[in-house]
């Protein structure tokens, strides 16, 4: 069952940007928290809302095309379509798929039973403890790119880690994925937000990889959101005719705050995510058979006082298990939850929340975890130190799945017992010799010194510690290498699409 | 399968004493994390342990007398024991109890699929934002027991919330005793620490709830910790001879840090204390057949820096998950983890730690929780602001366990479906109207307002919301009624005592 690992420690500089293994192969069982009847029931109603409810295609003719071509019944633009057909046109997409990093090394099996991190996406403000909160920019992106690049629990850098406000709105997707080709080598996400922006990002990954690797493999995927309820739009739409139709991944992510773009009521939003992800998932099986295909889940509760979403609450965490069971059902691979809060700074109530809301994404099975680390304040803001704080705990959360409870002659150490007598410890004894650099998680922030030493060491809280590692992460950054002709292809790429496209600030 | 809840809301000063419900009634499955062939090859080993290793019962001659008269291969004071007879003596232990409280809305049923937490128990430090680190003395006893009286999310009191370092430690138990009697109409713990003072407990037990209930109920129970490894002395021994020969309930918990205590190993932690509980469950079954048993594991990782105890970390959470499944297969009540950090205050890093550590606790169906709330510093400091934080999130693992997934026609909101329009809101349709205000856990000390609002009100992170609610709440805080008779006969049971008892200061 559960695998011995014999992993590099992460013990300096050099050791920064190596991972402890490129992404997780599970060995923990999954956690299924419904019974039968109950998924079945679900089940049921997934199909109730694809047959009956239907769900709208605005905006995008083409995709209502594909859909009646298809022979769906299209109807305006709602489309309503039979659950047997759409399940085995969900069935045409991969259980699992591996998207390439330009570094093979780091390439990320998405699906089954693996599972891969990445950071926050979207924010538009960015906070540290020096300067304080304040709108993202692209310095601050390039310094959380290469942090994203350097964290040994990050097996993937996602794209938008925090907006750069300072470059225009129509420019800002090839400085962003400029930054994640040359300033990292692991995998990364493309840009979404309009179909010539995600065909700047093809257009960019297949310069990176060649054409031929892009034509044989996943190298770059996009993450995009329904407009629950029920309302697919064309950024989805055009997201997937681009991905999909160069063989690349999707990501398709129902946001349902339950109560306003769900029923308030887990189960039901749980449903009409189902729903929602797998039409979405038809469509791109009918845009090109087998392409690699994430469903999405994200789903928060609400303060009752003020409307405002709610994380790490009971509600999504339950969410998370069932929605993981789900999945799995549907042999699709998931993303889901992430380490997410509602507080504005990197307090306890952060870091409840955070864990609360990863602890049950990673048991969930969530196949590819946007927003594992770096959340504040509902997603508006990108924490330097909350970064580097969650991405410590993720590698927690990687030897909890990788190993699960190793068993075997070693671990049950009978040994020990012919050397420490009853009272006696086991300090000194062969077994621990043998095995004790190996036997517990190092994390980085975490201070388990008695209070003097601590005191001593100016009483530094977990912040503080936090707001120390990422700088000296960032003072022991080294780039990593880009063949020279690349580089300057991806360059030329940029200067060029900056002049074709007009400046423009929203 | 989950049941759908219409538990009363906190609202107000006179609903804080009342909780959701008594204790935990999990409809949750439970999360078995090894395989069949594992937890075999686990038990073999627990069964090694208890006939070949054998465990030493010292300093107690009565203890080795029981053991020699029931037939057990007792060799200078080490008991080996046939695993079978173990087993089968603790068989007799019953699967599930119910502790009674003196206000009988507030008895708790431990084991099975009921959990019930409770406070840290132990430090001797205390520590709150207006005060900072100090000793703990009877008036921060007297206030954390008002508190965990108060606190909804909390079942039980435990007993030694902090120690009340200003009472000769020989009267201690006395003073603690009555506090937890009569300040808090919820179950709780008695002393162990010296036979004298477990039968004291149980002496003030039956003052409180009259010889006739505690003849037929367990009224009160003990909590002890074995020497590991593998040696039991006369506190556990007695302990359970005062307690379980009066028909009480004892918990019996090997303390085993990993490498130091045990070996380096979780899976050879997890079997070893398995056998050390086990044997102690043996013996108090040839004490008395049938005595209420809880079967302990308390299992901490170390810094290989310093050797320090660590908390929240992946090897006491796989542990969790693996102890809960053994404890389960044994048919025996199970404690184990808690709200566990090292951090010496409530930072993030004391709310990762005790976050990851509870979530495992309660998805591992542990079915009594000491630690559960205020645990700071390896258990060395009990926190005022933590115990209020920690005790909010309980509420959230309450809904999770209590709840699961509620899946019936009320929470599949068809209706919800012809209301809204693809693309529209749930936010007045009926479905949400008649649902809203029991839809989602309304956490007291999360703040889920926009940053300005926040900023507004002063920019508090969680632990200033922490001090500011435990002082609101002794402020709000009303004695439940005591028969003025009982209360005089405790009275004089702690008079009389204390002036036969000489003070002793260690």
New interface residues.
């Given amino acids: 069952?559960?695998r011995r690992a014999r992993s590099r420690r992460d013990t300096g500089a050099a050791a920064i940007a190596a991972p402890p293994s490129p992404f997780i192969r599970r060995s923990?069982?999954f956690?299924?928290?419904?019974?039968e009847?109950?998924v079945v029931?679900?089940e049921g109603?997934v199909d109730?809302?694809l047959q009956e409810?239907g769900?709208?295609f605005?905006d995008d003719p083409d995709a209502l095309r594909i859909w009646r071509e298809a022979g769906a019944d299209v109807s305006d633009c709602?489309v309503k379509a039979p659950a047997d057909w759409v399940r085995s046109l969900c069935a045409k997409a991969p259980k699992e798929f591996t998207q390439i990093a330009r570094n093979p090394e780091r390439s990320v099996t998405i699906g089954g039973r693996n599972q891969v991190f990445a950071p926050i996406y979207g924010a538009p403000f960015v906070r540290d403890l020096e300067h304080g909160?304040r709108y993202g920019d692209l310095d601050a992106l390039e310094k959380l790119v290469k942090l994203a690049y350097m964290h040994p629990n990050l097996h993937h850098t996602g794209l938008v880690i925090v907006e750069p406000c300072d470059i225009p709105v129509s420019h800002r997707h090839l400085d962003m994925l400029y930054l994640h080709m040359s300033r990292s080598d692991k995998p990364h996400l493309g840009a979404i937000t309009e179909m010539s922006r995600a065909e700047d990002s093809v257009a960019m990954a297949e310069i990176l990889h060649g054409r031929e690797v892009m034509d044989k493999h996943c190298v770059i995927m996009g993450n995009v959101n329904t407009?629950s309820?029920?309302?697919v739009d064309k950024v989805v739409t055009q997201a997937i005719r681009v991905y999909c139709g160069r063989g690349q991944g999707i990501i398709v992510v129902p946001f349902i705050l339950?109560?306003?773009?769900?029923?308030?009521?887990?189960?039901?939003s749980?449903?009409q995510a189902m729903a929602e992800a797998m039409i979405c998932c038809a469509f791109a099986q009918l845009v090109r058979p087998g392409a690699p295909f994430v469903l999405g889940n994200f789903l928060s509760?609400?303060?009752?006082k003020?409307?405002?979403?709610?994380?790490?609450?009971?509600?999504p965490?339950?969410?998370n298990?069932?929605i993981g069971q789900m999945a799995r059902r549907a042999g699709l691979p998931l993303r889901c939850g992430g380490s997410l809060t509602?507080?504005?700074?990197?307090?306890?109530?952060?870091?409840?929340?955070?864990?609360?809301s990863m602890?049950?994404t990673m048991?969930a099975g969530s196949n590819y975890t946007l927003h594992a680390a770096g959340w504040l304040?509902?997603g508006?803001?990108t924490g330097f130190e909350k970064l580097v704080?969650d991405a410590d705990?993720l590698g927690?959360?990687q030897?909890?799945l990788d190993?699960?409870?190793?068993?075997d002659d070693?671990?049950?150490?009978?040994d020990?017992?012919g050397e420490?007598v009853?009272?006696?410890?086991?300090?000194g004894?062969g077994?621990?010799m043998r095995?004790?650099?190996e036997?517990?998680?190092?994390?980085k922030?975490?201070?388990?010194?008695?209070?003097e030493?601590?005191?001593d060491g100016g009483?530094k809280?977990?912040?503080v510690r936090a707001f120390e590692r990422w700088n000296a992460m960032l003072e022991q950054y080294e780039q990593p290498e880009l063949d020279v002709a690349t580089d300057e292809a991806l360059r030329e790429f940029v200067a060029r699409r900056k002049r074709e496209i007009p400046e423009a600030w929203y």
């Fill in positions: 069952m559960a923990l069982p956690f299924d928290v419904l019974d009847e109950t029931k679900l109603q109730w809302i409810v769900i709208e605005r709602r909160r407009n309820p029920l309302l339950s109560g306003a773009m769900g029923p308030v009521s887990t189960a039901a749980v449903t509760s609400m303060s009752l003020s409307g405002a979403p709610t994380f790490g609450m009971p509600e965490v339950i969410s298990y069932a509602a507080s504005k700074i990197e307090d306890a109530q952060a870091a409840y929340e955070s864990a609360d602890h049950s048991l304040e509902g508006l803001c704080m705990r927690s959360y030897k909890v190993h699960g409870l190793v068993v070693e671990s049950l150490a009978r020990a017992y420490v009853p009272g006696g410890h086991f300090l004894c077994h621990t095995n004790y650099t036997a517990f998680y190092e994390p922030l975490s201070d388990s010194e008695n209070v030493s601590w005191e009483s809280d977990m912040r």
